[in-house]
């Protein structure tokens, strides 16, 4: 994959995180198809929200020098209106390192949500149903655990 | 296509061969072979050459060829991570309580315990001290690869690896990449996306499975407790030891070091951080569903 294209894979997530911000809680139904390059770059630099030298959220990540790009998405969740900030680091040779969506809410249902992950990302990143994909060879993933570990762990929770 | 699955190093393995025809002793040869890496190399089996040394004092051992080559791999990626990388843990691990009588009940005095001070030269090993060596991670890599050339000397070229999501592939018959998905971290029933997988390794891991009380398996040599920062990280490489080892030696270090320690191996990956970033290195390949 060229860098081209990584840029436009990851532009597509904030393309998708746009999206949500527009079609409330209906941005779940469908997946935005990845922009193409040339509208993905304009995209990024027709952005208003450019504040210049990042400043990463967290100790020294590295990747995040070059502009940061932030927007905030409102939609509707079960829980009640509730707010995403999306932030993309571009470094100086215009490649995406990295993309996050950080909710700020603050009902109870989005405080819950801030400590998973899954459920943050999920505004950006769609993800998909690993029993919809018909087409892959096999998943990687975190290496299953036998009966033994974990017959073993639902015991000892037991325990506690 | 033909695919079998088993059992070992207490995970599932699965293999794909793409040929019309496949030797019907093949798969009972596979697992056999695996079994007996397992025997050799298990934390798990006291007779293993990885426990060996659980009460040896201070001195210089030889070691089996293939112990060598999995501690050599191992002391360069120790020395590249600053010591963060380490398969001295064996007793850390134990003492957190994932040991062979699964008692996961942390000891009061892991604060204590002092890393074993190790070094290997060819076939001599040399220990400050009796110590467990734990390669629980990065052996499973070796022994996927050590799988990949078993099937090439059996002239079948065109396969897939799988030892329990890490894996190694070459390509279909027609040449055509292995399209993998990605585990979404924490959440099993989901892929992140996909990538195509061809003459190269993909390791996946998280800090979700293999976790117990405020424990999980990617332990801290240094500060002996577990990564906290840190949810998931995936990698390609070119083999499935170098690919697995570096997910476990990212994972411990800081995010200012993954790209100087990726790029020494030529490898890529996808951090997953605790505050919700998906930190890439800029020559990932792949794609997310979004």
């Not at chain 1, 929200?49 to 990042?54: D, K, L, P, S």
């Not at chain 1, 990143?125 to 029993?131: E, P, S, Y």
């Not at chain 2, 200012?256 to 930190?279: C, E, G, N, P």
Request: hydrophobic content about 40%.
């Amino acid at each position: 994959m060229t860098k081209t294209q990584l840029l436009s894979t990851i532009v597509g997530i904030f393309t998708f995180a746009l999206v949500l911000s527009a079609c409330s809680n209906q941005a779940t139904t469908e997946a935005t198809p990845t922009a193409a390059p040339t509208q993905a770059v304009e995209t990024v630099e027709a952005t208003p929200m450019v504040t210049g030298a990042a400043t990463p959220a967290t100790e020294g990540s590295t990747e995040a020098e070059g502009k940061t790009i932030t927007d905030t998405a409102e939609y509707t969740s079960p829980g009640g209106e509730e707010t995403i900030k999306f932030t993309i680091v571009v470094d100086d040779a215009g490649v995406i390192t990295e993309a996050k969506a950080e909710p700020q809410g603050t009902n109870p249902t989005t405080k819950i949500r801030q400590t998973a992950f899954a459920n943050e990302v999920n505004a950006a990143v769609k993800g998909k149903k690993l029993a919809d994909l018909t087409t892959v060879a096999r998943v990687g993933g975190s290496s299953l655990t036998t009966k033994a570990f974990n017959g073993f762990i639902t015991e000892a929770k037991t325990q506690l | 296509m033909h695919q079998f699955s088993f059992e070992a190093m207490g995970t599932v393995w699965a293999v794909l061969i793409d040929s019309d025809k496949v030797d019907p002793t093949l798969n009972d040869e596979i697992v056999r072979i695996s079994n007996t890496f397992e025997q050799e190399f298990s934390r798990f089996i006291e007779s293993s050459q990885t426990n060996q040394f659980r009460n040896s004092p201070a001195g210089t051992y030889t070691v089996s060829p293939q112990f060598a080559e999995l501690l050599q791999f191992a002391q360069d990626l120790k020395q590249e991570s600053s010591g963060l990388f380490d398969p001295a843990i064996g007793q850390l691990i134990e003492k957190a309580g994932y040991n062979k009588e699964y008692t996961f009940k942390p000891e009061n005095n892991i604060e204590d315990w002092e890393v074993p001070v190790w070094s290997i030269d060819g076939d001599q090993l040399t220990l400050s001290r009796g110590m467990i060596f734990d390669v629980g991670g990065y052996g499973k890599g070796f022994w996927i690869d050590q799988l990949s050339e078993f099937l090439f000397e059996k002239k079948y070229p065109y396969h897939l690896v799988d030892g329990g999501g890490d894996m190694f592939g070459t390509s279909t018959r027609e040449g055509a990449a292995w399209k993998i998905a990605i585990e979404w971290p924490g959440r099993p029933d989901y892929a992140i996306g996909q990538v195509e997988l061809k003459n190269g390794a993909l390791t996946v891991s998280d800090t979700f499975k293999r976790r117990w009380q405020n424990w999980h398996h990617v332990i801290n040599p240094l500060t002996k407790q577990p990564v906290q920062t840190i949810i998931g990280c995936a990698v390609q490489a070119k083999t499935a030891v170098v690919a697995d080892g570096l997910t476990t030696a990212l994972m411990l270090s800081e995010s200012s070091r993954w790209k100087t320690i990726a790029q020494r191996y030529h490898a890529t990956y996808l951090m997953f951080t605790a505050d919700s970033k998906i930190v890439m290195s800029p020559d990932w390949k792949g794609t997310f569903f979004n």
